[in-house]
């Protein structure tokens, strides 16, 4: 009996922990919400460093800081960043190997590893800034 007890107390735990942030969503979709709200500005060719890429698996995605370069408005290299600031190159082999991770909107096209996983590049520096919200005038009771 207290095996069971445990195993559901376990279960509930494990089920409360890997949700998210409360409202169902992972990392990714909350990232993909934010940029889907406020827009973002075209991403140029170059290097672009501490941007967050996403592995995802059914519901569960990670998001790990990374750097990457952009040539002809697509990811061609990438990199993730270890806790002690140096990179290590991305040697996961993908499915399809024509497909290019095209950016639009700030994120790349999602792609899909031969583990299947799929992975996406958000660039945080060129999410738009929130909109400027309209000043409320005080009521008369303030005066």
Not at 33 to 60: C, L, P, S
Not at 71 to 88: F, I, P, R, S, W
Request: aromatic share 8%; hydrophobic share 35%; net charge positive.
């Amino acid at each position: 009996m207290k095996k069971i007890v445990f195993g559901l107390i376990l279960s509930v735990l494990s089920t409360s922990i890997s949700a998210g942030d409360g409202d169902g969503d992972n990392c990714y979709e909350a990232y993909n919400k934010k940029f889907a709200e406020r827009g973002a500005n075209e991403v140029k060719d170059g290097w672009y460093e501490n941007v967050v890429i996403t592995f995802r698996q059914g519901n569960q995605a990670d998001c790990v800081l990374g750097k990457v370069q952009v040539e002809a408005g697509a990811v061609t290299q990438m990199y993730l960043k270890n806790v002690d600031g140096t990179y290590q190159i991305f040697t996961k082999k993908w499915k399809h190997e024509d497909n290019k991770s095209i950016v639009s909107n700030g994120i790349s096209k999602s792609r899909l590893t031969i583990d299947g996983e799929v992975v996406n590049v958000i660039f945080t520096t060129s999410i738009k800034p929130p909109k400027k919200k309209i000043a409320v005038a005080p009521s008369p009771d303030d005066l």
